[in-house]
Structures are given as C-alpha cells and as structure tokens.
Nanobody, 114 residues
Framework: VQLQASGGGLVQDGGSLRLSCAVN????????VGWYRQAPGKERELAAA???????NYADSVKGRFTISTDNAKNMVYLQMDSLEPDDTALYYCHARLGYLNYWGQGTQVTVSS
C-alpha cells in the first residue's frame, strides 16, 4: 500500500489549504483513513480521521475548521483546512489502517504565517 500526500504550502493566518492523499488501492476496505500532523518539537497527533462504520472525528483544536472527506471512486482522501492559524503549522501525514497494519504517506508541510 502506498499513500502519496500533496497540497501543503505556505499560507497566511486565516487562509485555506486542501491536502490530498492518493492511495494506490481501493480505500473502502480500510478500517480508518485520515491525517496526522507533527509540529517541530511535538509528538505526532491525529488531526482528522474517518472510521468505517463510525464516521469522522477531529482533534478538538481543528473542529469547525477542518473537514475530512474521501472520493472512493478515485481512492483519494482529502483534508480541507479553513481559518488556518499559526499553530496549525506542521508536517501533515496521510494514514490508513487495515486490520492491525498501519500505512503512512510521506509528509506534506503546512506553514501558516502570522
């Protein structure tokens, strides 16, 4: 399984970005697909995820600003990020879990300037 993340960049405080994750197989069988992020000097944390049969969940810090979605026909996972804040600056990783196996994409950098 390969996950290819894209869409990061530099944006001003209050701006928007959309991250994309291309998966090289059908995503419906996965238990969970989502996005994690890791800021400098901090641990990797969940930003948003969709769990099969349980819907989506978000970190408290991004609720109301980020929206995760999938396009099952294209095997894509998206993260729409609005009202970005400097604290959202991090390396964002696409993630998928199938059973007990976890798969990670390479990170895409998001930098929010104040």
């Amino acid at each position: 399984v390969q996950l290819q993340a894209s869409g990061g960049g530099l944006v001003q405080d209050g701006g928007s970005l959309r991250l994309s994750c291309a998966v090289n197989r059908r995503i419906l069988p996965f238990n969970v697909v989502g996005w994690y992020r890791q800021a400098p000097g901090k641990e990797r944390e969940l930003a948003a995820a969709i769990s099969r049969g349980a819907g989506s969940n978000y970190a408290d810090s991004v609720k109301g600003r980020f929206t995760i979605s999938t396009d099952n026909a294209k095997n894509m996972v998206y993260l729409q990020m609005d009202s970005l804040e400097p604290d959202d600056t991090a390396l964002y990783y696409c993630h998928a879990r199938l059973g007990y196996l976890n798969y990670w994409g390479q990170g895409t950098q998001v930098t929010v300037s104040s």
